[in-house]
């Protein structure tokens, strides 16, 4: 995975508007004094959120002052709300993933996001969304396992590819297969 420092060397390439981490695992969830097994638990940047206001369906995406680490809060997909929260409103519930307790603040539509598009969700309960660093600080995973990088508007988009498959080849020694961009 990448770390911290890397992903500010990949936001300080010239073309580079904004570099979003994203990781995810699945685990459960605790709601209604019931546990349920195979939740997607995904922890997001809140510049990925700022730049995709329009998969927030219902209530709202995180601020920036909860993206600390230690404000916990949550974004809930349409499937976690049917099946976790029985389809009532999902704003202002408390959920229990992993241990912590999240208030719900916002309904998202289902993830288009290459973490949502990998991931098998046939046999899930589910998306929760955390911000990223309560990610990090919960599950004790501080490397980035995927990330979107955005480029400003008239960036040389071939210029800034090349810098950042640089970048990556020095982070991962190299190795071959470390990395894809897309």
């Not at 990781?23 to 990925?48: M, Q």
């Not at 719900?104 to 046939?122: E, F, H, P």
């Amino acid at each position: 995975g990448l770390s911290d420092h890397d992903l500010e060397n990949l936001s300080k390439i010239d073309g580079v508007d904004a570099v979003c981490p994203s990781n995810s695992i699945t685990t459960y969830a605790v709601a209604n004094a019931e546990i349920y097994k195979h939740v997607n638990l995904g922890g997001e940047d809140f510049s990925y959120f700022q730049r995709n206001k329009n998969q927030i369906q219902q209530g709202r995406t995180f601020l920036e002052s909860e993206t600390d680490g230690y404000t916990d809060v949550c974004l809930v997909d349409r499937t976690f709300a049917a099946k976790v929260l029985s389809g009532r409103n999902p704003i202002g519930a408390t959920v229990t993933i992993n241990g912590y307790q999240f208030q719900v603040i916002g309904l998202y539509s289902d993830s288009d996001s290459l973490t949502g598009q990998m991931t098998d969700t046939s046999s899930s309960n589910g998306w929760v969304m955390i911000p990223y660093k309560n990610f990090q600080r919960m599950t004790g995973n501080y490397n980035t396992t995927y990330l979107t990088v955005y480029l400003k508007e008239d960036a040389n988009q071939n210029m800034a590819e090349h810098e950042i498959r640089a970048l990556l080849n020095n982070a991962f020694n190299d190795a071959d297969n470390s990395f894809s961009i897309i």
